[in-house]
């Protein structure tokens, strides 16, 4: 089978596309032909080696997949034929995949192999950062930071899904656009949002502020918070520096810095993912979750797909489709 592998850390266009042999099944996994893979930002980051989790080369690339059962435990709920999406810590950029069967999970009919691909990694991570790490109650006010991108798209949605007032914080007419189409109430620009989330609160700050940029913005990000309870969640670093947080400001102001390390549990406990889909998935029949494909590619241009979301330029999610 074909299969996109990083060789060496050289980046996202040192990536090839090759043939390898197909996965052999475990006794508890769920064997799936691969329709479409989601591409992340953490997939940028496994090309430098720069992930948390560092796999040695040659490894295939990707983390989430939307396909067809050809296996699956007797055990399982799952049949040959049905349309499932699955996360995987590698290995989601192939034409088959073996996945834990408690890391498969139902496609809902209301959406195409595409937007399952979008499903995995950005919407559980999105849904884990508001409710287990955030704590969001309805009415609250939610900003968030790459409103555009995978990540951020998603937070939009669930965030308004869930009855909160959303400012998205974009860079472009392009993405602001598209955050509003998302759900946001509000949308700022990156260059000057901290005064005009000070506007359009009248200065009380924001409760939850979804951050999975980081960089130079973040202490302007710790000033938007509302004192008393406003709390910032620490989703991942696509500006590529780690910032620094000055606890003083933290006691001054009774607010929170809290860490999002949603892959954790959802790899090692099951039940997690499970428990989040049981919430996503009436949303999506609702409606009120729909994930945004920004742009599609064959699995022979990942690479391509990697510099769209390297540099940033991505309106939704990137797909690779096979």
Known sequence: ?????????????????????EPVAGPRDVVIEVRAAGVAFPDVLHTRGLYQNRFEPPFTLGGEVAGIVRSAPASSALEPGDRVVALMQFGAFAEVVAVPVHLVLPLPDELGFAEGACLPVNYLTAHFTLHERGGLRPGETVLVHGASGGVGSATVQLAAAHGARVIAVTSTPEKAELARRLGADEVVDAADFRSRVAELTDGRGVEVLVDPVGGDRFTDSLRCL????????VVGFTAG???????????????????VGWGGPAFTEPGVVTGQWSDIVPRIRQGSVAPVVGATFPLDRVAEALAVVDERRALGKVVVQL
């Open 1 to 21: 089978m074909r299969a996109v592998q990083v060789l060496g850390f050289d980046g996202p266009a040192a990536v090839r596309c090759r043939e390898v042999a």
């Open 226 to 233: 509302r004192p008393r309870g406003g709390r910032l969640l």
């Open 241 to 259: 520096e780690i910032p620094m947080v000055k606890v003083n400001r933290l006691l001054l102001t009774n607010t929170d810095v809290r860490g």
